[in-house]
């Protein structure tokens, strides 16, 4: 039979260790749970009042530029219009003061 396990509030210092040791793993990826149809409703839901609020348009750009605003955006994990949008708020901030 097996035995309770104790809650971790509950532990000594070395049995949370070993309880959480598999976490310890810096390739630990944990399991990946399908969402419920509840959940995809309502994600799909906030999705569309996102996107009702917002254009779609077509820019000329440099391929220099959207290299750069691309690589900018990866690595501070946003996305390309996100970068976009804040700079247009900023340069319309400063142009209106």
Known sequence: MRQKQKRW???????LAAATRQFDDPNYVPVAR???RRALAQL???????????????????????????????????????VVTSALR???GKKSA
């Open 9 to 15: 509030s509950e532990m000594t210092t070395e049995e």
């Open 90 to 92: 900023n340069l319309i």
């Open 44 to 82: 799909h839901r906030v999705q569309r009042k996102a996107a009702a609020s917002r254009f779609r348009i077509a820019l000329l750009l440099e391929q220099d530029v959207v290299k750069r605003t691309d690589d900018y955006a990866t690595s501070h994990g946003i996305t390309f219009s996100d």
């Open 34 to 36: 399908k969402p419920t």
